[in-house]
């Protein structure tokens, strides 16, 4: 196990990865993106390879079908991880790799793979999933003055709403 430890542990510096390594078998990565701040990752050494598995949002309020659809049509085009829940319904990256794949260049596509996704769909599945409260947010925030900087990627769905009379 130790072997592979070191591998990841080797590659992840010399990628210059933020990481934390709690023991022998477990290493929690944070990957820095734009949409989503960071995606923690955890990489699970176990006995026929590492488990990788990575936060990507909470439980959607709403249009789970739509948030559903949209993933398991994603799965289609990831590598080696692929869209799932946990059991309170929250949405993870997960994947395995093989012990005799894993070394930095395995490693570096897999994580690379993690980030483009969480990062990437992050706004998609906000939007599917949170568009009531995305909206609440931008009336109390207007309401009050606040700054919109960080929900300005959803503002068409503020635009698309109907006139009140």
């Known amino acids: ?7 990841i542990e080797q590659a992840l510096t010399e990628r210059e990865l933020e ?5 022998d ?4 990565v944070e990957l820095p993106g ?5 995606t923690s990752t955890l990489l699970t050494v176990g006995n026929h390879g590492v488990r990788v598995e990575a936060f990507v949002c909470r439980k959607v309020d709403e249009n789970f079908e739509g948030v559903y659809k949209f993933l398991l049509k994603r799965n289609r085009r990831l590598y080696g991880v692929a869209y799932t829940l946990d059991k309170v319904g929250d949405i993870y990256l997960v994947g395995k790799i093989a012990e005799h794949a894993v070394t930095g260049d395995e490693l570096d596509r897999v994580l690379g793979q993690v980030l483009e996704a969480a990062d990437g769909d992050f706004n998609v599945i906000l939007e599917l999933g949170f568009s009531s409260s995305i909206k609440r947010e ?5 309401s009050r003055g606040e700054s919109l900087a960080n929900l300005e990627p959803f503002k ?8 009140q009379s």
Do not use: G, Q, Y
């Open 34 to 38: 734009e949409h989503k701040l960071k």
């Open 19 to 23: 990481f934390t390594r709690k023991d």
């Open 156 to 163: 068409h769905l503020i635009e698309e709403e109907p006139a």
């Open 25 to 28: 078998a477990h290493f929690i």
């Open 1 to 7: 196990m130790s072997s592979i430890s070191d591998t």
């Open 138 to 142: 931008w009336a109390w925030r207007v």
